[in-house]
Each structure stands twice: as C-alpha cells, then as structure tokens.
C-alpha cells in the first residue's frame, strides 16, 4: 500500500512522523519565528521539509524528494572520493600519481593513462579515456537505474524482496545495520540524510569553484586557507583571478 501511495503521488503520512519534531505543522522553518506565506504543497511530510522553495520546484514532492535524494548521495559519495585520494597524499600514507579530483578527469580527457589506485600498470581505462569509462558505468549502472525508474518490483522476479520504497528499499542489501528497525529513529535518519546530501551538493559547487580559480585540491586550499586566512580567502582568489584573466586578454 506504501509503494501505491507513493507511485500515485500521494505521500503518506505515518503516525510516528506526527510524533517527530521534524515532521508536520510544527517543524522548524528556514525562517524561523519570521511571518512568511509559506508553500501550502510543503506541508511538513517530506524529510527535512523546511518550507524552502521560492523557485517553485516541489510543486510535485515525490518527484522533487526522488530527486533530490539521489543527488544527495551521489555528492556525498562523490566528495568522500574527492577528499580521500588528496589526504592520504598529503600525509603520505599513500602515493597517488594524480590525487587531485578535477585532474584526474582532465586527464582521461587528454587519453593519459593512470594507474589505477596508485598501483603500476593497473590500468581499467588506459589512453581510451572516457569511452571505456562510460562503457563500465554504463554496465554497473543500468541494473540499478532500471530498478529506480520502474520500482523495486522490477527485482522481484529475480528473487530479490525489499521490504521498503523506491528511496528506502530496506532488506540486507540496502539495510545490513537494520537501522529501520525503530520507525521513529528512521524517520529522523532520513532528516539527517537529506541535510548532509544538502551540505555536500553546496560543498561541490565549492569545489567546482575552487578548481577553477586555484586548480588545486579542496584540502590543499583549506590547508592554504588556515596558515593565512587573510590572503588565502575567497575573496583575494578572486580578485587575483581576475586580475590574471585581464592580464592574460
């Protein structure tokens, strides 16, 4: 009955969100005690539902939810693969040949081969680059994505029963600590979830603009950052930028 409710559209409210500060009319606000005529379609039953959305993207809050979601984790996992490879570098517990996260892409882009890992001659890409990359996810992928597009029905008939939703399938597999044994902690998980895989997709168009006005790494930048915060801030970057932009023109 779950599944249908949400596949319709239709959200379902359960009794122990009710009881979650999190959850419902009450809920904390992105303006706080501040008089606002806030969405009436953000009613307080979505995970980490603030009533945030002056662009009017959450019109649909299953799609919006779906969506958002999965981005969140994406960027969670993808800036734990961004901050890894360059402290282990930088404490020398391990030696890669590129550690740097936007290099690494720039240089599949060119063909150059890296070894994969830091290990010599592991190499899954070599010169070929993106199109053996992209030939690889595309097979790791398409299971998983079929399975997110049509329901976690689809897994049925190959013997694979979650007990949850499309975002929350649950079972061994996507569950093994079981934390959604208690419906009330779970519910406050999922608010906790959301807020990190907010903070991470902010924390990537950091990065992205780091990259492009000091070309180095997120940890070199913050370890820059706090031996002078007066000259290594975001603001002189930029203005150095764009000195060297105009220069450079």
Same mark, same amino acid.
């Given at each position: 009955?779950?599944?249908?409710?949400?596949? =319709? #559209?239709?959200?379902?409210?359960?009794?122990?969100?009710?009881?979650?500060?999190?959850?419902?009319?009450?809920?904390?606000?992105?303006?706080?005690?501040?008089?606002?005529?806030?969405?009436?379609?953000?009613?307080? /039953?979505?995970?980490?539902?603030?009533? !945030?959305?002056?662009? $009017?993207?959450?019109?649909?809050? *299953?799609?919006? /939810?779906?969506?958002?979601?999965?981005?969140?984790? &994406?960027?969670?996992?993808?800036a734990l693969g961004a901050l890894?490879?360059?402290?282990?570098?930088?404490?020398?517990?391990?030696? !890669? *040949?590129?550690?740097?996260? &936007?290099? *690494?892409?720039? =240089?599949?882009?060119?063909?150059?081969?890296?070894?994969?890992? #830091?290990?010599?001659?592991?190499? !899954?890409?070599?010169?070929q680059g993106v199109i053996v990359?992209?030939?690889? /996810?595309a097979l790791l992928m398409v299971?998983?994505?079929?399975?997110?597009?049509?329901?976690?029905?689809?897994?049925?008939?190959?013997?694979?029963?979650?007990?949850?939703?499309? @975002?929350?399938? $649950?079972?061994?597999?996507?569950?093994?600590?079981?934390?959604?044994?208690?419906?009330?902690?779970?519910?406050?998980?999922?608010?906790?979830?959301?807020? @990190?895989?907010?903070?991470?997709?902010?924390? &990537?168009?950091? !990065?992205?603009?780091?990259?492009?006005?000091?070309?180095?790494?997120?940890?070199? @930048?913050?370890?820059?950052?706090?031996?002078?915060?007066?000259?290594?801030?975001? =603001?002189?970057?930029?203005?150095?930028?764009?000195? @060297?932009?105009?220069? /450079?023109?």
């Amino acid at each position: 009955m779950a599944r249908a409710r949400r596949r =319709s #559209g239709i959200l379902s409210y359960p009794f122990h969100c009710r009881q979650s500060i999190w959850y419902g009319e009450d809920r904390p606000r992105w303006l706080g005690p501040i008089s606002y005529d806030y969405p009436t379609y953000l009613n307080g /039953q979505l995970p980490g539902d603030y009533g !945030f959305d002056i662009w $009017g993207l959450s019109k649909d809050p *299953v799609a919006l /939810q779906n969506y958002e979601i999965l981005h969140g984790r &994406w960027a969670m996992l993808a800036a734990l693969g961004a901050l890894i490879p360059e402290l282990l570098n930088l404490t020398g517990l391990f030696q !890669f *040949v590129e550690p740097v996260w &936007w290099r *690494v892409g720039y =240089s599949k882009l060119k063909a150059d081969t890296l070894d994969y890992l #830091g290990i010599p001659g592991l190499h !899954f890409a070599g010169s070929q680059g993106v199109i053996v990359i992209a030939i690889c /996810q595309a097979l790791l992928m398409v299971g998983r994505e079929y399975a997110r597009y049509c329901g976690i029905e689809a897994l049925e008939p190959l013997g694979i029963y979650l007990p949850g939703d499309i @975002n929350y399938p $649950g079972g061994v597999l996507f569950d093994p600590l079981d934390l959604s044994k208690d419906p009330m902690a779970f519910e406050e998980l999922k608010v906790k979830e959301i807020k @990190n895989g907010r903070l991470a997709m902010v924390t &990537w168009l950091g !990065f992205y603009v780091q990259a492009a006005l000091t070309g180095k790494g997120p940890v070199q @930048n913050l370890l820059e950052h706090i031996s002078d915060p007066f000259h290594n801030n975001h =603001s002189e970057v930029s203005l150095n930028f764009l000195e @060297n932009s105009l220069t /450079q023109s």
